[in-house]
Every structure is written in C-alpha cells, then in structure tokens.
C-alpha cells in the first residue's frame, strides 16, 4: 500500500501565492510519476499538472504558466507551487500516483478570495 500526505493548504488573496506539498510513503516501489488533482464545490475531481520520475512536468491549461510541480525523490515528497492565483482555484488539493491509484489521501483546502 501507499499513503499520500498532502500538507501546506490556507486562505490567500486573488494574485497571491501558495505552495502545497506531498509526502509519499508505503511498500509501492519509489520513485514513480506523479500527480497533483484539485476538487472544486460541487465539481469532479481533476487533474492539474503531473511529474515524472526524472522531472519533467506537463500542466493542465487552467494553470499552465501560474502552477509549478516539482519532486525531491530522495525525500519521497511533491510540491506544487501555485503563483497569481484566482478564485477558480478553489478546491480541495490532492497528490497521486500519474496515473492515479485508487486510495487518495485527506487533500488539502485552498481557498482564494476575490
């Protein structure tokens, strides 16, 4: 099993900036490609940026240019760091396996106020 950590969530204005991070733990072999997911209100759960093993990074077009997710394989962790956010970007953040495996961890609460 793996267990996904995510930590570093809070409240910041609209064009403010977060970073949330990710620690991985548990028998799965590391490293392995992975995943930042958001969940809004009342939305579906979806998938905002990915790394690689070796750290390459492809984003998903509502962050592209604001949102950098970037690995340290040798402490198993992950970190997104979301720059001129926006209240869209309101969610639940989430850490995967790319691509997801089926247990996911609590997520943590961003919220960015207008």
């Known amino acids: 099993q793996v267990q996904f950590v995510e930590s570093g969530g809070g409240l910041v204005q609209a064009g403010g900036s977060l970073t949330v991070s990710c620690t991985v733990s548990g028998r799965l072999s590391w490293p392995f490609f992975m995943g930042w997911h958001r969940q809004a209100p009342g939305k579906e759960r979806e998938l905002v940026a990915w790394?690689?093993?070796?750290?390459?990074?492809n984003y998903e077009d509502p962050v592209k240019g604001r949102f950098t997710v970037s690995r340290d394989n040798a402490k198993a962790t992950v970190s997104l760091q979301m720059n001129n956010l926006k209240p869209e970007d309101t969610a639940v953040y989430y850490c995967?396996?790319?691509?997801?495996?089926?247990?996911w961890g609590q997520g943590t609460q961003v919220t960015v106020s207008s």
């Open positions: 790394i690689t093993t070796s750290g390459t990074t």
């Open positions: 995967n396996r790319h691509p997801p495996l089926p247990t």
